[in-house]
């Protein structure tokens, strides 16, 4: 359920603006140079306009209504409409390239196949300040994906609805993305925000559906925030927050501070895409600085106990004493009796009364990738020292 909610969401976020044809041109000439150069962009790609209704412009405004496009990939046909496509204050570079003050797309439906599931995704409108699109030239010769994506200074989709055939509909209320700073054309300082992730009891198969309701939930609003930055220069990478909340459920904050990624480790990342191993084998050379995890709950661990406690015939009181009673023995394939009996100190502190826990890795100096591995397989008793990992429970 997770997976193709954020892939269509990127979908839309960035894929949308340019989706893509065949090398000949698909479209009729609208004799609107903005309008038409559009249409080229999005044929540079693997994708073909099928048709509009009609080109328009007034006061600066360059308006594309009913545009339709399709992508077949390997027999597999993806299908775009936008009722209303605006650009504001366009202009046409020199290499063909497209920018303009604001563009803006209202209606926006996209309907296609992932494994055998029909999907279509629509969202109201998506908001773009300041977009730069490549040229055509530039994406033929790129001949990839992000060659495609547009740059911005922030992007805003609202009235998200997921619906697929087999997983039902899961509306999401906004996604806005900014960027705050570049490096050529690299994003190096921006945030993502995602906001009414609805998930329905009516949404789930039959036991995701109980596991739900038995906790008293007809329904799970989420929301996501990223605030990110960093400096290719210097090879550093500071997630700064990353935060996943459930409302009347719980939040789960992270961040994560990263030496090594430079921009030449970046582009190898990127061309390792779809191969697991040669990207293992990249972030090995990367270093983590620092770490941190911290969940506070609101009431979903509460929910959780005491479906458990009736589960298991006892009251709540009784059942946290017993998985109290049992942490050291659980604890004890770590191998470390010190941080052994830390992590069991924190957890019964946190489930006697859950208020929050938190996890924080602040390693004396950056520890590589490679090494976190070979202690990981070879005495995994050794990370937490490694890393100077700390357990607190129920702090501010």
Not at 9 to 24: E, G, K, Q, S, T
Not at 56 to 68: A, D, F, M, P, Q
Not at 130 to 137: E, F, G, R, T
Not at 343 to 364: C, E, G, H, M, R
């Amino acid at each position: 359920m997770t997976y193709l909610p954020l892939r269509r969401v990127r979908a839309l976020a960035i894929a949308c603006p340019l989706l893509l044809a065949p090398p000949a041109l698909a479209f009729d000439a609208s004799g609107n140079e903005v309008a038409d150069t559009f249409f080229q962009i999005i044929e540079a790609g693997k994708a073909a306009v099928t048709g509009y209704d009609r080109v328009e412009e007034s006061g600066g405004k360059v308006t594309i209504t009913g545009l339709r496009a399709a992508l077949d990939d390997g027999g597999k046909t993806t299908r775009l409409t936008i009722a209303e496509t605006s650009f504001q204050d366009a202009e046409v570079d020199a290499d063909g390239g497209l920018t303009a003050g604001a563009m803006a797309m209202s209606g926006v439906t996209i309907e296609d196949q992932q494994d055998g599931n029909d999907v279509r995704v629509t969202a109201a409108l998506i908001a773009i300040d300041d977009p730069v699109l490549p040229s055509a030239a530039t994406i033929k010769a790129k001949a990839d994906s992000d060659a495609m994506a547009p740059g911005y200074s922030r992007a805003e989709i609202t009235g998200i609805l997921i619906d697929t055939e087999k997983d039902g509909k899961i509306p999401i209320a906004s996604v806005v993305a900014v960027v705050d700073e570049m490096d050529g054309d690299l994003p190096t300082a921006g945030s993502l925000t995602v906001k009414g992730i609805e998930i329905t009891a009516a949404s789930l198969d039959e036991d995701g559906r109980k596991s739900l309701t038995d906790l008293g939930y007809d329904k799970l609003v989420l929301g996501l925030a990223l605030e990110a930055e960093w400096d290719p220069d210097a090879g550093v990478l500071d997630i700064s927050d990353l935060t996943i909340s459930g409302a009347e459920a719980a939040t789960l904050n992270a961040s994560l501070t990263l030496k090594g990624m430079t921009r030449e480790v970046f582009a190898k990342l990127e061309a390792a895409q779809g191969n697991p191993e040669e990207a293992m084998s990249i972030m090995q050379g990367l270093e983590v600085v620092s770490l941190a995890l911290r969940l506070d709950n609101e009431s979903l661990v509460d929910r959780l106990l005491d479906a458990q406690a009736k589960e298991s015939g006892a009251s709540r009181e009784e059942f946290v004493g017993q998985l109290s009673a049992a942490l050291p023995m659980l604890l004890s394939v770590i191998g470390n009796p010190d941080f052994q009996q830390k992590v069991a100190s924190a957890a019964t502190t946190f489930l006697k009364d859950p208020q929050s826990i938190s996890a924080t890795a602040a390693p004396a100096a950056p520890v590589p990738f490679a090494q976190l591995l070979g202690a990981a397989m070879i005495a995994p008793q050794t990370l937490p020292n490694l890393l100077g990992v700390t357990i607190a429970a129920n702090q501010d």
